[in-house]
């Protein structure tokens, strides 16, 4: 739990200072932790430091053992990063001369001759080819040390509470969540939701609210459920499956006292209005009734009507089957009463509405009665969507759950201008209304181009993570991806690729394990197992790239998936040309995150240069299907420059847009508002910061 808050909150848990004198050398050893966290790019805070230095040595040493742990992993710095070219990124050879090299010393060994057949040759099989032919001590030598510069990342841990204050602020603010979490953060929420002694009052994702629903179920409370599927996510949840229902799940027995509870739930909310929800998951609902047996329970025949509709007994119309159909007979003015009693699914219709040929007038009117009783998200949702359709862009982009994506034409009828800035000014109106008051506002300028984290569901939490059309800059000439990964079983060969575009996204070039290099960049050589962990890298001197887009991907080429190895993550590093330094530096890291998903091929982000010759990183967080096996970068050009090009070209509603409607408002509170990337240490007290890790809290009810 401790390296939990550490890593999320870069808070170190420490508690209230003790009275009275400490004895021991508490600021010798706190001195040493600061130098020892500066090495890989972090350091104490004024507060922080002034705490540890009043506890006892022995204490110091102890949590900063701990301290150094959590955030070496959160950079990646807790495995050893060899390369397969032990000078990399000098004397990377060309590509032809290096096979050509391998070949020859097969040819000029006999007894390797000898197995060598010229018609079936599988180069990957050479000898020596795909694992290292050093050590990483070798490595070291090999490399001069890093020159520290001012321009190397420093990340601030600050002080924090005790250890169960500091897990209260994490599961409330997670529990809160107006945007639905990634799958990481679920799992964080299930721990934190067994540790802590409160929760939230208020557990608007209805992901969020299973968990939270698991912890009442076992103590006997009773259950926050306003729909029937809420009831079968809580299922899901005791039973070890999937809260958000998108893969199956095997339900366990439950005790009698279970079965009561979740039918008892089950009675409370199944009004014939609810059961259109049933058929959507009806396979689910089946192997559900198998183990309540509701049969058993004839005071409760509305938790019964569930699993007749499930089995086809019972008939249930749907509001969007209900909708649909009167759309398709052209009776829009009636689908527009129906949808007026669920006033999310009127917004997030309001596009189709709009381009019915019914009266648009009478839609937005509609419109402007639901905007006060949808969520926030929701609002923020349209309003990114509305201002997308101002300019048309050249394809439109699906982006599932999981980040499994893919783009199409976009084929719909323009809207027009009028009723555009009708529909946008209400939603600014609306969701203006609903922010919180800022009193004094302070924003860093820095954060002005995050994205709104509208869904994290496909952002996997890290180092440096941003949401998704989020654009932050790239500072340094040299920049650096890497990928590391350790199989859990089976031999799994992973490949760092980079895609280069011009800045029509054609004339695709690439670097990988079939071309070593270009001239501005190069790659760190070809790894094919990882028993005991693997490292590739590619090296890019942004001044000398004649390509304005870069796409790093990773992708399998065989073996394990990013869910089944036993860790796999992805990230990049910038500095200066003459820092030299190893081909892994944990200060110079910027960004690190998981690998996870069910594609074979990932997309973190792509790297942008501008009209003034600045470099950008805008974040994606994209999966590609790929093939079950030899994925390769020449193989997914056509797919990955259309998907990245939907997404550059889309305008993401960014931090810019909520700061301007947070300065419309008339403050008058007394308080302060910061928004920015990183807290600083001089901010007044109790003023309230929103930075990357709590940016979601920002998104109004």
Known sequence: MESLVIARRLRVPVGAAPAGPTP???????????????????????????????????????????VLAAVRELVGDHVQHNAYFIDFPENVPDTLEFWAGLLGEVLLDPVAAARVQPATLNLL???GYGRYQHGYADLLAAHAELLPLAGDRVTVL??????????????????????????????????????CADEPERVPVRENRAIVNEVRLAAGRPLLVDTVTDVLRLACGVSGGDVTLSAPTRFRSFRRAERRVLLQALDAVAIPAKLGDVPRHREQ?????????PHEYP?????????????????AASLDGRVEAALSAGRTG???????KTPGALLRRLDHLLRTGHSASAVLDAAEKAATGASGRVLLSLREHLQNRLAPVSGRVFVNRHGRAWAAPDARAPLGEQVLARAVAMLDEEITRRLPDPGELVIDPDVLDVALPLSGKAVVPGLGMLPRGSLSPVDGELLRFFVHWRQAGQRTDYDLSALMLDADFGSPEHISWTNYGNDFAEYSGDLTSAKDGASEFINVRLADATRPIIIPQVFIFTGEGFDEAAEAFFGYMTRDAEQEGRPFEPRTVRMKSDLRGAGRVALPFVVLRDDDGRWWVKWLH?????????????????????????????????VRHLADLLRAKNSTAGHTTYI?????????EGTRVYTPATLHELIPA
């Open 24 to 66: 021991g050398w508490g600021e010798t050893a706190a001195r040493q932790l600061d130098a020892a966290l500066l090495s890989v790019g972090f350091a104490c805070s004024p507060a922080l430091l002034e705490r540890l230095s009043g506890l006892r040595g022995e204490t110091v040493v102890d949590l900063g053992v701990r």
């Open 125 to 127: 099989t050479l000898p």
């Open 158 to 195: 600050d002080l924090g509470g005790s250890l169960e204050e500091e897990a209260r602020e994490l599961y409330f603010s997670l529990a809160g969540s107006e945007s639905p979490l990634a799958e990481e953060d679920l799992v964080v929420l299930r721990a934190l939701a067994g540790f």
């Open 285 to 293: 609902w089946k192997r559900l009734g198998e183990r309540l047996h």
């Open 299 to 315: 005071r409760l025949p509305r938790a019964a009507h569930v699993f007749e509709v499930a089995r086809g007994v019972r008939r």
């Open 334 to 340: 009636d689908a527009v009463a129906l949808l007026e």
């Open 622 to 654: 994209l999966y590609l299907k790929g093939y079950p096996h030899f994925n390769q970068v020449e193989g997914h050009r056509v797919t990955a420059s259309l998907l990245v090009r939907s997404i550059v070209e889309r305008d993401h509603l960014r």
């Open 676 to 684: 920015g990337l990183q807290a600083p240490a001089d901010l007044p």
